[in-house]
Nanobody
Framework: QVQLVESGGGLVQAGGSLRLSCAAS????????VGWFRQAPGKEREFVAA????????TYADSVTGRFTMSRDNAKVTVYLQMNSLKPEDTAVYYC?????????????????WGQGTQVSVSS
């Protein structure tokens, strides 16, 4: 099973930017769909974005559309989440997830592997 490692979280002021990375452990990552989810304290895990590795087709939650962008680096087997115009309500632990041979979905139960999460904190 593929292993995922997130990085890039931190503390930023509202209106600022961060880029999260999700590095995969295997080259067959091209078969996967990769998703980003987030979970704030006391709340359920929430879909943020997903991208099919094969053609970079991406979908986004309404709350982040126009502000967040997913991309990938084939050579590094890494997926990125560029987050711009951050808001305090974006504060959460962000998780990278992978789904083998399926399209991106907002249901976390559809994903087969998860990273450990990285904290994003946005101050007002």
């Amino acid at each position: 099973q593929v292993q995922l490692v997130e990085s890039g979280g931190g503390l930023v002021q509202a209106g600022g930017s961060l880029r999260l990375s999700c590095a995969a452990s295997e080259r067959t990552f091209s078969l996967y769909t990769v998703g980003w989810f987030r979970q704030a304290p006391g709340k359920e895990r929430e879909f943020v974005a997903a991208m099919r590795w094969s053609d970079s087709t991406a979908t986004y939650a309404d709350s982040v559309t126009g502000r967040f962008t997913m991309s990938r680096d084939n050579a590094k087997v890494t997926v990125y989440l560029q987050m711009n115009s951050l808001k305090p309500e974006d504060t959460a632990v962000y998780y990278c997830a992978a789904r083998l041979l399926g399209a991106g979905t907002p249901n976390p139960n559809d994903y087969d592997a998860w990273g450990q999460g990285t904290q994003v904190s946005v101050s007002s």
